[in-house]
Structures are given as C-alpha cells and as structure tokens.
C-alpha cells in the first residue's frame, strides 16, 4: 500500500522560505508521479507540480511557476517542495500525492482526478 507522509509545514512571515518533505513508499512499480497540492480555506484543492520517479521531469502550474521548485532524493524515498516568498495567499494545507504511470509518460499538469494516493497534509500559514 502506497503510504505519503508531509512534514515541515510552518508560520513564516511574508517573503519568507519552507521547505516541505514528502516521505513516499509501498510503491509497487517503478514509475509513478508525485504531486504537490494545497488547499486553503472555502476553496478547491490546487495543483502545485509533479515529478517523475523515472527521470526527475517536472511539471508546474502557474500558481507554482519561478516560485516553488519540487525535488527528489531517491535514496531516501522523499520528495521536496522548496517554497520562497511566500505570501499571505500561500496560507493552506499542502498535501502530497501519487499516481502510478507508464514509464515513457512525462508529467503532466498535477490535477486532483488523476491522483491515487494522498498523505494527510501540512499546514503553512504566512503572515502578513
């Protein structure tokens, strides 16, 4: 069974970093994807990125784009989303998730429907 565990969500203040993990196993076949999603407050979950476990590709939603870079380290089963300068509007819960694909598929845009498998989520809050 597919497990996801997200750590490091925290307070920061406006313009400040986190770096969130995502702590993937139970993976049956080799290649799958790893998505990151949050969700604030009255609204619908939203697509972050999506990395590949065959070749590192990335894919980012505009939300994402030159802000947020996701990351891998296969040793230690653990996907990365680097956050820098966060602002108010980036307060939610983010979450991590998978879905297994053909190895010769590329990421594509991370959406809610094509993901499987989700962890419990981290809070990141950012003050004004």
């Known amino acids: 069974q597919v497990q996801l565990v997200e750590s490091g969500g925290d307070t920061v203040q406006s313009g400040g970093s986190l770096r969130l993990s995502c702590v993937a196993s139970g993976f049956r076949r080799d290649s799958y994807a790893i998505g990151w999603f949050r969700q604030a407050p009255g609204k619908e979950r939203e697509g972050l990125s999506a990395i590949s476990s065959v070749d590192g590709g990335t894919y980012y939603s505009d939300s994402a784009e030159g802000r947020f870079t996701t990351s891998r380290d296969a040793a230690k089963n653990t996907v990365y989303l680097q956050m820098n300068n966060l602002q108010p509007n980036d307060t939610a819960i983010y979450y991590c998730?998978?879905?297994?694909?053909?190895?010769?598929?590329?990421?594509?845009?991370?959406?809610?429907?094509?993901?499987?498998?989700w962890g419990r989520g981290t809070q990141v809050t950012v003050l004004p």
């Open positions: 998730s998978a879905r297994y694909k053909p190895s010769t598929q590329v990421v594509v845009s991370p959406k809610v429907v094509l993901y499987d498998y």
